[in-house]
């Protein structure tokens, strides 16, 4: 019912920053808490931060706190998550994700709908 796309993803320096942009399509977007998560090679996806249906309220890793900042835009249909200081350990596949709830929702079985990703790589 949600299409996602994700862009914004590319090769940067520890320290960098990166904004990632979510386009969605679907009626129901407005209603959807957005997220975005994260998978590195070798390990499971793992929450970075979430927007209630308004963006009214945000939730986030703690790994991310102070650096990472997720919005929405449900005039243009679109989530962001704005990435400063990063590091290493940021670098994986980024992904949007639309979740059936309106509010809180911070595990990836909470998401329905999800992106194809895209890379984020922190190197020196």
């Known amino acids: 019912q949600v299409q996602l796309v994700e862009s914004g993803g590319g090769l940067v320096q520890p320290g960098d920053s990166l904004r990632l942009s979510c386009a969605a399509s679907g009626r129901t977007f407005a209603r959807n808490a957005m997220g975005w998560f994260r998978q590195a090679p070798g390990k499971e996806r793992e929450f970075v931060a979430a927007?209630?249906?308004?963006?009214?309220?945000?939730y986030y890793a703690d790994f991310v706190k102070g650096r990472f900042t997720i919005s929405r835009d449900n005039a243009k249909n679109t989530v962001s998550l704005q990435m400063n200081s990063l590091k290493p350990e940021d670098t994986a596949v980024y992904y949007c994700?639309?979740?059936?709830?309106?509010?809180?929702?911070?595990?990836?079985?909470?998401?329905?709908?999800w992106g194809q990703g895209t890379q984020v790589t922190v190197s020196s």
């Open positions: 994700a639309a979740a059936p709830s309106a509010g809180r929702a911070v595990e990836v079985y909470e998401y329905n709908y």
């Open positions: 927007i209630n249906w308004s963006g009214g309220y945000t």
